[in-house]
Antibody, heavy 117, light 106 residues
Framework: QVQLQESGPGLVKPSETLSVICSVS????????WSWIRQPPGKGLEWIGY???????NYNPSLKSRVTISVDTSKNQFSLKLNSVTAADTAIYYC???????????WGQGTLVTVSS | DIQMTQSPSSLSASVGDRITITCQAS??????LNWYQQKPGKAPKLLIY???KLETGVPSRFSGSGSGTDFTFTISSLQPEDIATYYC?????????FGPGTKVDI
């Protein structure tokens, strides 16, 4: 059974870089694409992007200039970096496995990141 | 980007009721649609993929149908554990986009 677990800072200051890591257990990170999705408190879901261990990535154009998703095969982890954050980036950040190239079948429990000074 | 709309935005029903949620895409997405269930404080859970295929382990009271721009999601007999918000998601083209959600109450 694949399990995903996010770890993040909880609080980030405006204009700084948000960094969240997703640790994958129960399966190899080389077997799938991996994605980040976020949800502002009380609001809907926004796809951020996905990455494959060989380096191919695809990002939501709304965030593309600020986001990097990368995979670390040695640690079976993948990460999200979002720079120049503002209060609008306050959200629960979920990591998820991409199945069949299109469905998010395994999710982490989510980590709330608040952007505030 | 493909815009997804859902109706209703919320509904209240009784245990045993049949409920239907609709999802509409801003352009033809064939059957490239998923449905997710999100319970309060939890991550979303995949229920239906390819518009009508039931994910492994999901109860058969959940079903989906549709193609093109119009889709429906049905719970044939609502159970107390089905209290959640339901989202559709298209994967016809990037970026993947979600509907705004439908909150189901009892």
């Amino acid at each position: 059974q694949v399990q995903l677990q996010e770890s993040g800072p909880g609080l980030v200051k405006p204009s700084e870089t948000l960094s969240v890591i997703c640790s994958v257990s129960g399966g190899s990170i080389t077997s799938s694409y991996w994605s980040w999705i976020r949800q502002p408190p009380g609001k809907g879901l926004e796809w951020i992007g996905y990455s494959y261990y060989r380096g191919s990535t695809n990002y939501n154009p709304s965030l593309k200039s600020r986001v990097t998703i990368s995979v670390d095969t040695s640690k079976n982890q993948f990460s999200l970096k979002l720079n120049s954050v503002t209060a609008a980036d306050t959200a629960i950040y979920y990591c998820a496995r991409v199945m069949r190239g299109s469905s998010f079948d395994y999710w982490g429990q989510g980590t709330l990141v608040t952007v505030s000074s | 980007d493909i815009q997804m709309t859902q109706s209703p935005s919320s509904l209240s029903a009784s245990v045993g009721d049949r409920i239907t949620i609709t999802c509409q895409a801003s352009q033809d997405i064939s059957n490239y649609l998923n449905w997710y269930q999100q319970k309060p404080g939890k991550a979303p859970k995949l229920l239906i993929y390819d518009a009508s295929k039931l994910e492994t382990g999901v109860p058969s009271r959940f079903s989906g149908s549709g193609s093109g721009t119009d889709f429906t999601f049905t719970i044939s007999s609502l159970q107390p554990e089905d209290i959640a918000t339901y989202y559709c998601q298209q994967y016809d083209s990037l970026p993947f986009t979600f509907g705004p959600g439908t909150k189901v109450d009892i």
